[in-house]
């Protein structure tokens, strides 16, 4: 095994859907992490000692060898993407690839963070909401962003068996990890029939179902 397949620290969380584009990530392309846990529900992510990883209080943080740590889902999986360009979570063409980055912002950048457990901790505890507020508002935001989804993969010419072509990328990460914590946190998934159909090939994929979050050190058994 090479260097860079056994240099890399995932400091992660079982649920987490930022945490499972990164497994997802390093899956396809054949790498490892080593995991280190960090208990969001026990506010380990605003630690003294986290912080100074991931100042947004945020996960996954990955480190590669030493190197200072790397944040953000997407730009890891761009820097992965860079470390080791096959197999591909990119198209090779230019306006594919804006396609590619465009489906996977929708979700990873103006859908996911609005259900984040900052977000929720505000809202419960500053502006007031109650379970069903919460509920409601995880809801409404998560099917505004799967809804958006659905419509341009249900009409642009390059959705195929994935988001894109025949390949597994970045777009279907981002999807299949908006599902996966929507599974997590029991809330309906809206009748979306295509993302329903790329999330099934993908979960076929090996490195997505290792990534599924029932299956990673910390998830409650059932
Ligand atoms: N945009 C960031 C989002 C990171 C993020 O918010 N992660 C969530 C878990 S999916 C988290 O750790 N939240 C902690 C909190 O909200 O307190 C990314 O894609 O990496």
Redesign the pocket.
């Known amino acids: 095994m090479s260097e860079s397949a056994t240099s890399f620290e995932l400091y992660a ?1 079982w649920r ?4 499972y ?1 990164v497994r997802v990530a390093l899956g396809l392309k054949g790498l490892q992490a080593r995991e280190i846990n960090i208990d ?1 529900d026990a506010g380990e ?2 630690s003294e000692a986290y912080l100074k990883l991931n100042p ?5 943080t990955l480190i590669h060898a030493g190197h200072p740590p790397m ?4 730009a ?1 999986l761009e820097f992965l993407e860079e470390l080791q360009p096959t197999p591909a979570l990119l198209p090779a063409d230019l306006h594919g690839r804006v396609r590619v980055r465009s489906i996977a912002n929708m979700l ?2 103006d859908t ?2 609005l259900i ?4 929720r ?1 505000y809202l419960t505890s500053t502006v007031g909401f109650d379970d069903a507020a919460w509920r409601a508002w995880q809801q409404h935001w998560f099917v505004t962003g799967l809804t958006a989804a659905e419509k341009r993969l249900a009409s642009e010419a390059a959705t195929g068996t994935f988001s894109h072509g025949d390949q597994p990328g970045m777009a279907d990460i981002c999807l299949a990890s908006v599902v996966a ?1 929507m599974q997590v946190f029991k809330i309906e998934v809206p009748n979306t029939p295509v993302i329903e159909r790329i999330v099934q090939h993908c979960q076929q994929l090996p490195a997505f179902a290792a990534a599924a979050p029932r299956l990673q050190y910390g998830a409650p058994t059932p």
């Open positions: 969380f987490t859907a930022a945490t584009r969001l992510q605003r947004m209080a945020g996960l996954p944040t953000q889902s997407l890891i990873a950048a996911h963070p984040t457990p900052r977000v901790k914590v």
